[in-house]
T-cell receptor
Framework: DAGVTQSPTHLIKTRGQHVTLRCSPI?????VSWYQQVLGQGPQFIFQ???????GRGNFPDRFSARQFPNYSSELNVNALLLGDSALYLC?????????????FGPGTRLTVL | AQKVTQAQTEISVVEKEDVTLDCVYE???????LFWYKQPPSGELVFLIR??????QNEISGRYSWNFQKSTSSFNFTITASQVVDSAVYFC???????????FGTGTRLQVFP
């Protein structure tokens, strides 16, 4: 079975631009979470979506938004990019919602903002 | 507030040595989950173990073992007879029962030299 997939793998943008990152969860998984990992740090939680509804939001500005589609895939959008948005963006999926569910991570999208 | 502390930034060992990675957590919840993830240079987070707060039994999986002690709020990870392939960044993480949000530590970079 395919794992969590993310696209694109790498992305280079300039300040002020907008970016959309995509995630496809493991088949049957209904929960998707997004994390930002700045170089040298642990991943930071951005959003969780379950059954197309937002279930959690981390401490990120409103420039960050996300949505989940009927097939449970998800998009993360970042507007007005700043240099500090350069990071590895990780998507994780799980069967249900709640800490008891194991989360499986995708390979990530590496975003560079120039 | 929840917090995970991995005080060891980087550890270097020679192959076949045993190594222990420390993790200390803080939470006010009585029900929570603890995790260890491995992040090789490719960037993808690989799930290693999940432990719930009611299960303090130590676990062994091959060369890996985990020691969970609620009394000291610690969840340490030991690799026995380390191998070069164990070289990676290891993250300890915490989540509450009713959320998928993972709170990660800053990670420990393990380098195993031949």
């Amino acid at each position: 079975d395919a794992g969590v997939t993310q696209s694109p793998t790498h992305l280079i943008k300039t300040r002020g631009q907008h970016v959309t990152l995509r995630c496809s969860p493991i088949s049957g998984h209904k929960s998707v979470s997004w994390y930002q990992q700045v170089l040298g740090q642990g991943p930071q939680f951005i959003f969780q979506y379950y059954e197309k509804e937002e279930r959690g939001r981390g401490n990120f500005p409103d420039r960050f938004s996300a949505r989940q589609f009927p097939n449970y895939s998800s998009e993360l959008n970042v507007n007005a990019l700043l240099l500090g948005d350069s990071a590895l963006y990780l998507c994780a999926s799980s069967l249900g919602s709640g800490g008891h569910n194991e989360q499986f991570f995708g390979p990530g999208t590496r975003l560079t903002v120039l | 507030a929840q917090k995970v502390t991995q005080a060891q930034t980087e550890i270097s060992v020679v192959e076949k040595e045993d190594v222990t990675l420390d993790c200390v957590y803080e939470t006010r919840d009585t029900t929570y989950y603890l995790f260890w993830y491995k992040q090789p240079p490719s960037g993808e987070l690989v799930f290693l173990i999940r432990r719930n707060s009611f299960d303090e039994q130590n676990e062994i999986s091959g060369r890996y073992s985990w020691n969970f002690q609620k009394s000291t709020s610690s969840f340490n990870f030991t690799i026995t007879a380390s191998q070069v392939v164990d070289s990676a960044v290891y993250f300890c993480a915490l989540s509450e029962y009713n959320t998928d949000k993972l709170i990660f530590g800053t990670g420990t970079r393990l380098q195993v030299f031949p």
